[in-house]
T-cell receptor
Framework: QQQVKQSPQSLIVQKGGISIINCAYE??????FPWYQQFPGKGPALLIA?????SEKKEGRFTISFNKSAKQFSLHIMDSQPGDSATYFC???????????FGKGTRLSVIA | DAGVIQSPRHEVTEMGQEVTLRCKPI?????LFWYRQTMMRGLELLIY????????DSGMPEDRFSAKMPNASFSTLKIQPSEPRDSAVYFC?????????????FGEGSWLTVV
């Protein structure tokens, strides 16, 4: 499977701080880049997604930044809250009938 | 609408036993995916179906694993014989097609422990 490389593996952030998770890919055919959020004991759920025709997408405290030339994209969580503590997965897929490829995940802990 | 429903939620079995995991996708979704999650390897796609037909099973680790989708509302993932290294969380997910941009909805997972 084509890979999406995600870092860091784990992250501890103070409440109110900014959480940043990074992903990199090689396949230039990828054209859809979602982030999934997973709480303990639950399945992953779509958080936010971006297409490569824009460099940034913001939804509330969550922002995806996309750098097409560097083949990198990142998730920024502003004003991080303890309720944001979860595992975050980046993913990517090419156009057409091909499923998502996921990164290995980042376990985020937001401490008060 | 109910989400993706998986059963059992937890299974503990002895090495060598057969394990069958079950999944009911969201009504109307025509793509179904089986993923395996481990600490070491993250989320791995095992197999996916479109309109009940297996499209890509290249992620299935070995012949001990098999998956079926006899109709649009039911799928199984079977491991026979099971081994301790199969211990993981197995997720079923569904979407309106596997096309880029279609949201994948995950079930809550089946937590398998093989002792």
């Amino acid at each position: 499977q084509q890979q999406v490389k995600q870092s860091p593996q784990s992250l501890i952030v103070q409440k109110g701080g900014i959480s940043i998770i990074n992903c990199a890919y090689e396949n230039t055919a990828f054209d859809y880049f979602p982030w999934y959020q997973q709480f303990p004991g639950k399945g992953p759920a779509l958080l936010i997604a971006i297409r490569p025709d824009v460099s940034e997408k913001k939804e509330g405290r969550f922002t995806i930044s996309f750098n097409k030339s560097a083949k990198q994209f990142s998730l920024h969580i502003m004003d991080s809250q303890p309720g944001d503590s979860a595992t975050y997965f980046c993913a990517a897929s090419p156009s057409g009938n091909t499923p998502l490829v996921f990164g290995k995940g980042t376990r985020l802990s937001v401490i008060a | 609408d109910a989400g993706v429903i998986q059963s059992p939620r937890h299974e503990v079995t002895e090495m060598g036993q057969e394990v069958t995991l079950r999944c009911k996708p969201i009504s109307g979704h025509n793509s179904l995916f089986w993923y395996r999650q481990t600490m070491m390897r993250g989320l791995e796609l095992l197999i996916y179906f479109n309109n009940n037909v297996p499209i890509d099973d290249s992620g299935m680790p070995e012949d001990r694993f098999s998956a079926k989708m006899p109709n649009a509302s039911f799928s199984t993932l079977k491991i026979q014989p099971s081994e301790p290294r199969d211990s993981a969380v197995y997720f079923c997910a569904s979407s309106l097609g596997a096309n880029s941009g279609n949201t994948i909805y995950f079930g809550e997972g089946s937590w398998l422990t093989v002792v």
